[in-house]
């Protein structure tokens, strides 16, 4: 069975940076598209971002790019996100999931594996 840890959130202010770290067992993780999603309260969960298993490809929401760096580390078999210059808005529970599939990487609903989240809470 696979497990999905997710860790390195926290409350920081706006501008602030935070790493979160998905360690991913029970499967195998080079095989894997990783994504990571957000969702604060009373919102839907959405996607923020993806990697391809090789690395080679990689996906953000409009909202993200140029602030947030998704990479792996197939090795360790983990997911890393990098997040830049928070906002209070990036407040929310984030997740990581897994997915074998090819197609509409930025949908929740192709990824079947789910980590149980992180806490991100940016302050103004």
């Known amino acids: 069975q696979v497990q999905l840890v997710e860790s390195g959130g926290g409350l920081v202010q706006a501008g602030d940076s935070l790493r979160l770290s998905c360690a991913v067992s029970?499967?195998?993780?080079?095989?894997?598209?990783m994504g990571w999603f957000r969702q604060a309260p009373g919102k839907e969960r959405v996607f923020v971002a993806a990697i391809t298993w090789s690395g080679e490809n990689t996906y953000y929401r409009d909202s993200a790019k140029g602030r947030f760096t998704i990479s792996r580390d197939n090795a360790k078999n983990t997911v890393y996100l990098q997040m830049n210059s928070l906002k209070p808005e990036d407040t929310a529970v984030y997740y990581c999931a897994g997915t074998r599939s090819s197609i509409r990487r930025t949908s929740r609903y192709v990824y079947d594996d789910w980590g149980q989240g992180t806490q991100v809470t940016v302050s103004s």
């Open positions: 029970g499967r195998t993780f080079n095989s894997y598209t």
